[in-house]
């Protein structure tokens, strides 16, 4: 494959490209099994050549990649999964795409989050890159690149559940279509819970913006989640990715 800025050759498809440091890589699809990981390279829509139609999901797709790893039992299962997260980690980071879908082994897809820094997004389709491509020709959703200790803030300061509270928000936190959270009042009156802290983000409301629960023992918590969404569906998506991501933290 050439690059598609200047037409160098690339030793992989949808690799960035070290003579004109342009990505052509706009988004992967990652498909994670335990013992096999898939993963489709998307060009951006607006990135088709003189002569293409933009928005032919065909021309998007830009090849594939597959890696394999025979999974472990045991007390050698740490290690081997760690460097399966790994080499699809490096594919990922030659690629140097946008964002990232995932969906499939969530212990696989926990453990390549951890490994690389790009925003990620929870897929569960069965035509997955098919999905991804409809998903991002319908949305155009504004990203937050402040700080997740940045966009925290409001009257009450004080969260239940102390550390492991303030993780839980800063998962939510470090979502790059979340603006803000604003922590609200906390209610001791619940129903007691021997679970430990649990969050879940609830649905969201005209304006796009969802609330966060935060629940420890016989505690809860609301926590106003301020997104770029701009209606109900939009808001819909992002609160299933929130969703997603914090059962990855294993808050849920």
């Known amino acids: 494959m050439e690059c598609r800025h200047c037409a ?9 490209c070290l003579v004109c440091r342009e990505a052509n890589t706009a988004a992967i699809v990652l498909e994670a099994a ?3 990981a898939t993963i489709t390279m998307l060009a951006g829509a607006d990135e088709a050549r003189e002569g293409e139609t933009p928005a032919d999901p065909d021309e998007q797709v830009l090849g594939e990649t597959t890696i394999t790893t025979t999974p472990e039992d045991g007390e050698n299962e740490p290690v081997e999964l760690r460097n399966f997260a790994g080499l699809i980690g490096d594919e990922i980071r ?31 389709d069965d ?12 949305r155009a959703l504004d990203v937050v690149e402040t700080p997740p200790a940045e966009k925290i ?5 004080t969260l239940i559940g102390g550390r492991t509270g303030m993780r839980a928000i800063q998962t939510v936190a470090g979502h790059p279509h979340v603006k803000k ?11 007691g819970s021997q679970s430990g802290m649990r969050a879940k983000v609830t649905r969201a409301d005209d304006g796009g913006n969802v609330r966060m629960l935060l629940r420890d023992g016989s505690s809860v918590q ?27 933290a294993e808050f849920q």
Do not use: C, W
Not at 96 to 104: I, T
């Open 8 to 16: 160098s050759p690339l030793e992989k498809p949808g690799d960035f």
């Open 34 to 36: 335990r013992d096999r």
């Open 94 to 124: 030659r690629k140097r795409p946008e964002e990232v879908y995932a969906g499939g082994v969530r212990t696989v897809i926990r453990a390549v989050r951890q490994d690389v820094h790009y925003p990620f997004y929870r897929v569960d």
């Open 127 to 138: 035509d997955p890159v098919r999905a991804v491509l409809e998903r991002r020709g319908n």
């Open 153 to 157: 803030g409001g009257s009450h300061s």
């Open 181 to 191: 959270v604003i922590p609200g009042p906390i209610d001791a009156g619940g129903k």
């Open 222 to 248: 609301e926590n106003r989640v301020v997104t770029t969404a701009r209606d109900r569906e939009m808001g819909e998506r992002i609160r299933e990715d929130l969703n997603d991501v914090l059962a990855d």
